[in-house]
């Protein structure tokens, strides 16, 4: 019974090890991002304790949206460093620190809100609104070839509104203009949390203390 208890220790404590060594998500408070319909021009910042990123990035904004549907806007934007300087890189702020030439790889994604589209009548014009969800992973390395160990790598979650637009009614469609595209605006408020690395440690103590408890009881006996 004793050798029982020490592994079932030995294996928690193990587990509890490997989970403390992951990171919290960064969330992110302040910033936008834009996805526009052509791709072009896309970009985020971002802002939260300790943080500040400045990216360039790649995705595709809808063309369009069918007139009196449920719509549920799901992005996901890549890092590029297309507009960088390939001799100087750009700075970032990651958990405080500075890192004043940094290339950046990655990715976010974004989730919206269910939204229903309404039927209006041809040549109206229109934005739609809702809010989202985020969560991405981005790395910084010291060279623009990105092969040289990581000098940070974030895991980043946050929330806000999103609007997207404009869009022209063509009666049983919304067809996006020309310029147009989807804003995320981050706000302060804390997206729906996920299980902690500090509630993963007293769940495993818990554990261990009621597996030795158990034991001496047993002992007793």
Known sequence: MGNRSVRLAAVVV???????????????????????????FSGFQLFGNGLAITADSSGQAPQGLPAGATIVLSDGVSVTNYFQSQTQGRSATVNGTLYPHVWLSGGLRFVGAPFVTPVAPEGTFEFFNTTFVMNGNLSGYGDPS??????????????????????RSLGSLWLATQGGGESYRFSAASPSPTPEPTTI?????????????????????
Request: proline share 6%.
């Open 14 to 40: 193990g587990l509890l090890s490997s989970h403390t060594a992951l990171a919290d998500p960064i969330v992110v408070t302040s910033g936008q991002a834009s996805i526009a319909v052509d791709g072009a």
């Open 146 to 167: 990105l092969q040289t160990p990581p000098l940070f790598a974030v895991s980043l979650t946050g929330s806000g509104d999103a609007s997207t637009g404009p869009f």
């Open 201 to 221: 440690v007293l769940l495993a103590s818990g554990l261990i203390a009621a597996g030795a408890r158990r034991f001496a009881r047993s002992g007793a006996r």
